[in-house]
């Protein structure tokens, strides 16, 4: 008796179906509203950062002008490290959560991270590096070392830029003040006590000067 070959069954397995989908449902959905698109049509207006185009931007560091090429979507705290290697402001969370990259801004303390570096044209950023005067620490740079207000270190340069604002606007700070202007700043191994010391020895050596 003859046998009868059984036809091999096709799979359709998930890959197929993915790339079915891919190529078809989607492609049809998004594929020709993007092809209809032109480059007037990406144009920004005015007051709008441009699409996909890079900016010349002149910032002022630490008392010193530097004119460089940006991406809109570079923010304060990757020019600085990466394009200018003022490695002193730290990257640890990158989402406004540590205080670690913490740079004075007009004498205000920000989250580099969290500001694009076309938004700091033409204002005064201070990074930790700027602190220090022909040679001689910042009396707040000089109290965190006496006062051991650090541990790893990696939070410091933050705590100290946090708290030089603090006592440029506050001389004689209490305790929950001091609170207060440092609560955006985080110290993984809880060194907080020694860093509020810290701030107030700074506190007196500045109300003397």
Do not use: W
Not at 17 to 24: N, R
Not at 124 to 147: C, D, M, R, S, Y
Not at 195 to 200: C, D, L, P, Y
């Amino acid at each position: 008796m003859e046998k009868v070959k059984k036809k091999k069954r096709k799979t359709f397995t998930r890959r197929d179906f993915l790339k079915g989908f891919g190529g078809g449902a989607i492609s049809a959905a998004v594929v020709p509203p993007l092809l209809a698109r032109d480059k007037a049509s990406l144009q920004a207006k005015e007051g709008e950062i441009p699409l996909y185009s890079k900016k010349q931007i002149t910032l002022i560091v630490n008392e010193q002008k530097f004119t460089l090429v940006v991406e809109p979507r570079e923010t304060l705290l990757h020019v600085l490290r990466e394009r200018l290697n003022l490695t002193g402001t730290k990257k640890t969370c990158e989402r406004g959560e540590c205080g670690g990259c913490t740079v004075l801004l007009d004498g205000s303390p920000v989250y580099s991270c969290h500001l694009l570096a076309i938004k700091a044209e033409g204002k005064k950023i201070t990074t930790i590096e700027g602190l220090a005067t022909n040679g001689e620490l910042h009396p707040v740079q000089q109290a965190f070392i006496e006062k051991d207000g650090y541990q790893c270190g990696f939070c410091t340069p933050g705590f100290i830029i946090s708290s030089v604002a603090l006592l440029n606007k506050n001389k004689n700070p209490n305790l929950e003040e001091t609170k207060a202007a440092l609560s955006g700043n985080l110290c993984r191994c809880g060194n907080n006590f020694k860093i509020h010391e810290a701030v107030s020895a700074a506190s007196k050596i500045m109300r003397r000067s």
